[in-house]
């Protein structure tokens, strides 16, 4: 069984910077592209980031483009966002896994990010 565990996360004003890392434990996470949710009070869960198994390759949400970078370091199976230029709307619970519903494994805690305006 794969666990997930988020953190990082912080209170930070407006245009301040977090990073953020997900460390993954049971499972060596190397071969599968990861990304990086976040959920907002009252909103849905919504993707912000992705990264490929060998770093390569990444995505990210429009909302986040140029302000947050994602990344790997498959020798300690852990993934991390860097976020710069925070906004009081990036404010969430952050999260880490794969994109597939059917094959995610089971949610972290999440790591709480608050931005004050």
């Known amino acids: 069984q794969v666990q997930l565990v988020e953190s990082g996360g912080g209170l930070v004003q407006a245009g301040g910077s977090l990073r953020l890392s997900c460390a993954a434990s049971g499972r060596t996470i190397s071969s599968y592209t990861m990304y990086w949710y976040r959920q907002a009070p009252g909103k849905e869960r919504e993707w912000v980031a992705g990264?490929?198994?060998?770093?390569?390759?990444?995505y990210y949400a429009d909302s986040v483009k140029g302000r947050f970078t994602i990344s790997r370091d498959n020798a300690k199976n852990t993934v991390y966002l860097q976020m710069n230029s925070l906004k009081p709307e990036d404010t969430a619970i952050y999260y880490c896994?794969?994109?597939?519903?059917?094959?995610?494994?089971?949610w972290g805690q999440g790591t709480q990010v608050t931005v004050s305006s």
């Open positions: 990264v490929s198994g060998s770093g390569g390759s990444t």
């Open positions: 896994n794969l994109w597939a519903e059917a094959l995610r494994w089971p």
